[in-house]
Nanobody, 117 residues
Framework: QVQLVESGGGLVQAGGSLTLSCVAS????????MGWYRQAPGKQRELVAG???????NYADSVMGRFTVSRDNAKNTVYLQMKRLKPEDTAVYYC???????????WGQGTQVTVSS
């Protein structure tokens, strides 16, 4: 059974930085797509950033130029480096992983990121 363990959330002041990590385990295969979603109170979950096994990335417009997604295929780990954080980045961030070509299939428990103004 696939398990995703996230770490790195917390409280930070506006303008600060945080890096999230997520380790995928429980599969004999390497993940295809790995990424991060977030959900703020009262809002729908949205894709923040994703990265394929080959390193192709995509980002939400709202985080372009501030966030960087990367992965270590040997460790089945995906990272989200967040810089110049804004209060509107406050949300629960979820790691997501997919092993097929059908997109994301597994989700982490979420880690809270709070940006104070």
């Amino acid at each position: 059974q696939v398990q995703l363990v996230e770490s790195g959330g917390g409280l930070v002041q506006a303008g600060g930085s945080l890096t999230l990590s997520c380790v995928a385990s429980g599969s004999t295969f390497r993940p295809n797509a790995m990424g991060w979603y977030r959900q703020a109170p009262g809002k729908q979950r949205e894709l923040v950033a994703g990265i394929t096994r080959g390193g192709r990335t995509n980002y939400a417009d709202s985080v372009m130029g501030r966030f960087t997604v990367s992965r270590d295929n040997a460790k089945n780990t995906v990272y989200l480096q967040m810089k110049r954080l804004k209060p509107e980045d406050t949300a629960v961030y979820y790691c997501a992983v997919g092993y097929s070509s059908s997109g994301y299939e597994h989700w982490g428990q979420g880690t809270q990121v709070t940006v104070s103004s």
